[in-house]
């Protein structure tokens, strides 16, 4: 599928999460917490991050993680002086010691990590406009988690956060993508998606 496409299927899904109640949006991250919450085992070191604006999860959710984790780790996402995205760095997440980044997100403070902290996640949250039934993920298409989930730990559980409507049958996939190994939403939970390497 053409780049245009996609960004058309991108500006349809933001237009629908804009258009969700505020009071909504609250149910929904108390029951993405709670689904997830029993997967959190206190050895396991978890990539996550801070949502901004209509995106899946809350504070309260990251709060949880921390509580029931041995570490999290959000990203830090930035490019070159060419403006091409670098593979994402990350930081410890502390609560109420996170700092504004570039493009609205939230990010924890210095000192950061190298790309390679990836590899230490047993599980690792990855924000999603959309995921489809074969585990493709349609991100924001700034291409940061494309360039960093290959470091991944090839055992860690890769689980995209969304709303019930956001798993969908299917979506344009290419080459580079990274599937996910789950979908977590609201209403439906955990969802097990087909392991494709």
Avoid at 10 to 17: F, G, I, T, Y
Avoid at 84 to 102: I, S
Wanted: hydrophobic share 40%.
């Amino acid at each position: 599928m053409e780049a245009a496409s996609k960004d058309a299927l991108r500006r349809q899904l933001l237009a629908a999460r804009r258009c969700v109640a505020d009071d909504v949006r609250g149910t929904e991250a108390r029951l993405l917490s709670d689904q997830l919450e029993p997967l959190i085992t206190s050895g396991i070191t978890v990539c996550a991050y801070a949502p901004v604006g209509t995106e899946p999860g809350s504070p309260e959710l990251l709060d949880m993680l921390l509580r029931r984790s041995a570490r999290v780790l959000l990203p830090v996402a930035r490019r070159t002086a060419e403006d091409k995205p670098l593979p994402l760095r990350w930081g410890e997440y502390r609560q109420g010691a996170l700092v504004p980044g570039p493009w609205g997100l939230l990010e924890p403070p210095e000192p950061l990590l190298p790309e390679t902290a990836l590899a230490e996640a047993g599980l690792v949250l990855v924000p999603a406009l959309a995921v489809d039934r074969r585990g493709v993920r349609l991100g924001r298409g700034r291409g940061f988690y494309d360039r960093s989930l290959a470091g991944r730990n090839p055992h860690a559980r890769l689980i995209a956060l969304l709303r019930d409507a956001e798993f969908v049958d299917e979506l344009p996939a290419e080459p580079h993508d990274v599937p996910m190994t789950h979908a977590l939403t609201p209403n439906r939970g955990l969802i097990a998606l087909p392991h494709r390497e």
